[in-house]
């Protein structure tokens, strides 16, 4: 049996900023990751430059593959749209190569000393009087581990999750992507979600490019399957798809019920897709998942060598559950506009204000804003001012 202070599941990044933090406060850290390779799952790959920043991650040319100018909402009619332009908001975003990415955190991970077993799936979990005995596969070999302190960062089927956390109201969308080659964008800057019932139940569809000619182009659906709206989706758009070739097939459950309500038990600490700390609205959760990775490091690194209290993760990753269960109530209200009303709202909303509905932030504003428009007053802007 080898013994460690903090066991990390999952390699994505929450499980390497947690093993990361965790080794840097002075911790003996194992991550387990299940797969032979960083980043093989379904992913976007479009960040904000605070991503970057609060990864405490030099921005790299190796991973910022492309930068984004403009973040384009199309409303269901195709007709109008909303831009969001990242200069106007202060900030920068980019579509990223996300193994890349991976790599750099593994990179950082290890230099704080924290160990990395990839191939290495974990099969069981069992709470003992001090600690945890892990039971895993090493390139199909048995280990056995004993640690002080369990942190579950194995994604949106985590098996921590199931055997230790409850997790109602776990509501997923089921996502679709291709890696596409040979497109014809007339912006590599700009990256497009197209909303509506008819283009995307209960989601959207979205080109993220990697430049002119490549894009990652998915898909979110609820209730309905995802690839067959995605292949609508392509040919609906000859003049961008036709000639191009799909070069990656990728598929993907995202949470978007908002977090779960417990993220620490006794010894252990929830984070990332595990935890549906993803913005409800977006999907997006590399940003959530990495600062909550940080913060659950930090604390079980500080527990260990200090004492200090788990439940400091919840305390310190507040204000991103404030920005989640925002979000999600602004998802709440949005899903129940018909496309008609969606194709209204598209010209009452800002850029900044869905920037605002989508973190979670502000709300009251837009509230006030809609307040002023009969068809959003009762429907919309009432329960946007009740928090
Ligand atoms: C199609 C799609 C597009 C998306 N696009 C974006 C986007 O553009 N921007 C954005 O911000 N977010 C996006 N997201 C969401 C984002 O990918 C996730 O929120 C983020 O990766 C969550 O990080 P995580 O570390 O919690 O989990 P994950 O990234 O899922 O990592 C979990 C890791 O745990 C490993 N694992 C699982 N079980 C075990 C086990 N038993 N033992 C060992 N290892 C295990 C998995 O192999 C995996 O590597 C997208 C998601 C999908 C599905």
Redesign the pocket.
């Known amino acids: 049996m080898r013994e460690f202070d903090v066991i990390v599941?999952?390699?994505?990044?929450?499980?390497l900023m947690a093993a990361r933090k965790a080794a840097e406060r002075g911790a003996k850290t194992i991550l387990?990751?299940?797969?032979y390779a960083?980043g093989?799952?379904?992913?976007?790959?479009?960040?904000s430059i605070s991503t970057i920043k609060d990864a405490g991650v030099k921005p790299k040319s190796k991973f910022l593959r492309n930068r984004v100018d403009v973040f384009r909402v199309h409303a269901p009619d195709e007709e109008k749209y909303i831009d969001i332009h990242t200069k106007k908001l202060g900030s920068a975003g980019y579509v990223i190569e996300k193994a890349v990415f991976l790599r750099e955190l593994a990179h950082l991970a290890s230099r704080e000393g924290a160990r990395i077993s990839m191939g290495?799936?974990?099969i069981d979990f069992e709470k003992k009087a001090n600690g945890w005995k892990v039971l895993a596969k090493e390139s199909g070999k048995s280990l056995v581990l004993s640690g002080k302190i369990l942190i579950g960062?194995?994604?949106?089927?985590?098996?921590v999750a199931k055997k230790f956390f409850r997790r109602e109201r776990f509501a997923v969308v089921s996502?679709f992507?291709y890696r596409m080659v040979n497109c014809k964008l007339q912006n590599p800057h700009m990256l497009e979600a197209y909303l509506g019932r008819e283009v995307a139940p209960l989601g959207y569809a979205w080109m993220?490019p990697k430049d002119l000619e490549e894009v990652n182009v998915?898909i979110g659906t609820r209730g309905v399957p995802a690839r067959y709206y995605l292949d609508r989706f392509v040919k609906s758009h000859p003049e961008i798809f036709e000639g191009a070739n799909v070069v990656e097939i990728?598929a993907?459950?995202?949470p978007v019920g908002g977090e779960v309500r417990e993220v620490v038990g006794d010894g252990i600490l929830l984070?990332?897709?595990?935890a549906g700390q993803?913005i409800p609205l977006t999907?997006?959760?590399?940003?959530s998942?990495i600062v909550a990775?940080k913060i659950a490091g930090e604390v079980a690194g500080e527990a260990i060598e200090e004492g200090v209290d788990l439940d400091e993760y919840p305390k310190r990753y507040s204000s991103w559950s404030k920005r989640i269960s925002n979000s999600l109530k602004a998802l709440r209200l949005i899903e129940r506009l018909s496309d008609s009303e969606l194709n209204q709202l598209a010209g009452v909303l800002t850029g900044e204000d869905i920037v605002d509905l989508a973190n979670g932030m502000n709300l009251r504003r837009v509230g006030k804003k809609l307040l002023r428009h009969p068809r959003f007053a009762v429907r919309l802007a009432r329960s946007l001012l009740k928090g």
């Open positions: 599941v999952g390699g994505g990044p929450a499980g387990l990751e299940r797969e960083l093989t799952k379904a992913c976007g790959e479009a960040i290495t799936p974990a960062c194995d994604g949106v089927n985590s098996s996502c992507q993220f998915g990728q993907a459950p995202v984070c990332g897709d595990a993803v999907g997006g959760g590399i940003h998942s990775g």
